[in-house]
């Protein structure tokens, strides 16, 4: 992150995690970043699994596809579920358009369902796993874009 005056300058966050990870003031990324990272990963270690950035599918689809599966989705949603906020803006370095941040961004693991709830493992403040109304769960997860990433084994 660079600023220059008023106008801050920062990566694409489907490009690259934006701020440091290890402190408060940063944002995030996005899951191209997480799809590249596990991909590093996977491939350096010699594993036996296929990541993949399956953004775009409904929670509804997720959990028939992978939960049904025994395969749980890291989503984007917002910290305990609450509405989400317009953030800072910036300029991406490499294009010159503006980008905007959503605020309370969270990533959580979708790792079950019933009639009324979607059941998350939830790493903020050791939250364990936390069931969150399916109608709640929609919509955090429309404003963060849809995003999610499957680890499936070969």
Request: charged share 25%; glycine share 6%.
């Amino acid at each position: 992150i660079i600023f220059d005056g008023d106008t801050m300058y920062a990566p694409d966050p489907n490009k690259a995690f934006v701020g440091n990870p290890r402190s408060d003031d940063s944002y995030g990324c996005y899951a191209p970043v997480i799809v590249n990272s596990i991909q590093k990963i996977i491939s350096d270690k010699n594993l036996n699994f296929n990541v993949k950035n399956v953004s775009g599918t409904s929670l509804k689809d997720l959990c028939k596809e992978y939960i049904d599966n025994n395969i749980p989705v890291v989503v984007w949603a917002s910290i305990d579920m609450e509405p989400t906020k317009t953030g800072a803006s910036w300029i991406i370095h490499d294009t010159g358009k503006e980008f905007t941040w959503t605020r309370r961004e969270h990533c959580l693991v979708l790792v079950g369902y019933d009639d009324n709830h979607y059941y998350f493992n939830d790493p903020y403040e050791n939250n364990g796993v936390v069931g969150y109304p399916k109608e709640t769960c929609e919509k955090r997860y429309s404003e963060l874009f849809k995003q999610a990433v499957v680890m499936i084994p070969n």
